[in-house]
T-cell receptor
């Protein structure tokens, strides 16, 4: 079955790097995603990575995938107060692009 | 920027009552979805809808639930005879297609509270 786990909270100081971790169980996962939910808003796709990639970088965001350990992480460099949100890890298998989500990690950025 | 809108933002209903959650997907999108998140738990897929038919549904989406696209703009989720455990945030999403490079856009959610 599919299962995605992530820690519930992360607190960082403004300007530091944030690393949000996620583990998944489905070895046939083909695509892995990070979504962001700001207060009062919907889920916004931040980035995704194919399972045959190890890393993807997009400006301040770096996604690392360890397929052997089924571990996905999202690193946010120079974290800002505007990055405070809930970050959801998700995965889907080839043939279905309907993601299976984790519980979300609340990122709290303090001055 | 086009967006998915959901109404109401918060709905309180008595146990046993029927509720209809409404969504207006982005106008040129063809695929529609409902997800829910019970407080403190995962965002769970309920159903996907395409061409006026359910294309995929989860175990959660039992006979208590139904979806409809009653006109060209709305996409609704009906929950018959609500139970306390139906209390959750319900998210609607839509996409142009079902491919990796096609993003699903989510609404801001409707918080359903069953009392």
């Amino acid at each position: 079955g599919e299962d995605v786990e992530q820690s519930l909270f992360l607190s960082v100081r403004e300007g530091d790097s944030s690393v949000i971790n996620c583990t998944y169980t489905d070895s046939s996962s083909t695509y892995l995603y990070w979504y962001k939910q700001e207060p009062g808003a919907g889920l916004q796709l931040l980035t995704y990575i194919f399972s045959n990639m190890d890393m993807k970088q997009d400006q301040r965001l770096t996604v690392l995938l360890n397929k052997k350990d089924k571990h996905l992480s999202l690193r946010i460099a120079d974290t800002q107060t505007g990055d405070s949100a809930i970050y959801f890890c998700a995965e889907s298998r080839g043939g279905s692009y309907i993601p299976t989500f984790g519980r979300g990690t609340s990122l709290i950025v303090h001055p | 920027e086009p967006e998915v809108t959901q109404t109401p933002s918060h709905q309180v209903t008595q146990m046993g009552q029927e509720v209809i959650l409404r969504c207006v997907p982005i106008s040129n999108h063809l695929y529609f979805y409902w997800y829910r998140q019970i407080l403190g738990q995962k965002v769970e897929f309920l159903v996907s809808f395409y061409n006026n038919e359910i294309s995929e549904k989860s175990e959660i989406f039992d006979d208590q639930f139904s979806v409809e696209r009653p006109d060209g703009s709305n996409f609704t989720l009906k929950i018959r005879s609500t139970k306390l455990e139906d209390s959750a945030m319900y998210f609607c999403a839509s996409s142009e297609a079902v491919t990796l490079n096609t993003e699903a856009f989510f609404g801001q959610g409707t918080r359903l509270t069953v009392v």
